[in-house]
């Protein structure tokens, strides 16, 4: 897989003047634009403090001194490089495909419409803006355990390397995110941003105290879930087959009219939970469905960081409100559906 195969030269582009401003102090490797917990020299000034014997005369504030007769270090904030790390779930549920999701390549290559390849699509677009900024940027994938990992790098090839480990079909069993997350924070740098990008199908409470932990570790978060418009909705009818794609062995015939209002109620609460959580955890959370074309979803989302928005939660979703009338699809596989069945049963 390549970049120009989940991305036009036009949507390249607008990816790349995307800028992320870290909201916290972050350390980093190099000189860059986002606040860090260090001070040093720079052209932002923070403060003044008293001189005590050993500090450099260069760093003393003489025009302070003229009008108060006293002594004054001129104290300025470093800045430097933000350290990304994008974890990307990999567990079964996230092999859905609805028949609105977007196809993001042609049917030559290895990526779809299933809600794997539209989080493999967010995470590629993330590393692209970073890099462009000469911030680093890493990744770990995960469906029950840490799979494949890298390191956050700065460098213009590594965007290769990220695109090689996604491009890949690994993983497909169940995953916990609170378990996961917590093995994470033993190879992530310090104060840096961590991307949770999945559907967030699993213990709300559990995911909820892994994010406390790593806010804990100063670490910022930011949460991007990602659903099947056909999981928001639910659009199914008549006598539906419904396989468990986190266990194979397990499927099910089922009325689907007569567990949608059941299942949508199931959802929201699950949601709403996800979002109490990483509103009360100071949590960026956006929901994007996979029929949302990535880089305008991406872009909305920049636009309401800066502006100070999001914590909480962010509606990102092309997809009819849950309630409302549904027009079925012409082209729903009912074989290929398992995260409804998961999501009422919880």
């Not at 014997?53 to 300025?76: H, M, Q, T, V």
């Not at 000469?134 to 390191?151: C, K, Y």
């Not at 941003?193 to 930011?222: F, H, N, T, Y």
Request: net charge neutral; glycine share 6%; hydrophobic share 35%.
């Amino acid at each position: 897989m390549r970049f120009p195969d989940l991305f036009t030269s036009r949507d390249a582009s607008r990816a790349a003047a995307l800028q992320w401003i870290a909201r916290q102090a972050v350390e980093g490797l190099t000189a860059g634009r986002h606040r860090s917990p260090h001070k040093g020299s720079s052209v932002e000034f923070k403060e003044h403090r008293p001189y005590v014997p050993g500090d450099e005369l260069r760093n003393i504030d003489w025009r302070a001194f003229g009008k108060s007769d006293r002594l004054y270090i001129r104290e300025f904030e470093e800045e430097t490089n933000l350290r990304c790390t994008l974890l990307v779930d990999r567990s079964g549920s996230m092999k859905y495909a609805g028949s609105r999701a977007l196809q993001l390549t042609d049917s030559s290559t290895s990526i779809g419409n299933r809600k794997q390849d539209y989080a493999t699509a967010v995470a590629v677009a993330i590393a692209y803006m970073m890099l462009s900024s000469q911030d680093a940027v890493g990744l770990m994938t995960f469906d029950d355990r840490i799979g494949d990992s890298l390191p956050p790098r700065t460098t213009p090839s590594h965007l290769q390397s990220l695109l090689a480990i996604l491009a890949g079909d690994s993983g497909g069993g169940e995953t916990d995110l609170g378990t996961v997350i917590r093995q994470a924070m033993l190879k992530l740098p310090r104060r840096s941003l961590v991307v949770l990008i999945s559907d967030g199908l699993g213990d709300p409470e559990s995911l909820g105290k892994a994010l406390a932990s790593l806010r804990a570790q100063r670490q910022e978060v930011v949460f991007l879930q990602i659903l099947d418009p056909d999981e928001i909705d639910f659009p199914f009818h008549d006598r539906i087959e419904f396989r468990d794609l986190e266990k194979n062995d397990h499927r099910e015939i089922i009325d689907s009219r007569q567990i949608r209002s059941r299942y949508i109620e199931s959802l929201q609460r699950h949601n709403a939970t996800l979002e109490a959580a990483c509103r009360r955890n100071r949590v960026d959370h956006a929901l994007i469905t996979s029929d949302a074309p990535v880089v305008d979803a991406l872009a909305r989302f920049v636009a309401l960081r800066r502006g100070g928005g999001v914590s909480g939660a962010l509606n990102l979703t092309n997809s009819v409100a849950a309630g409302s009338k549904i027009t079925p699809p012409k082209a729903v596989s009912p074989r290929a559906s398992s995260s409804p069945e998961d999501i009422s049963s919880r």
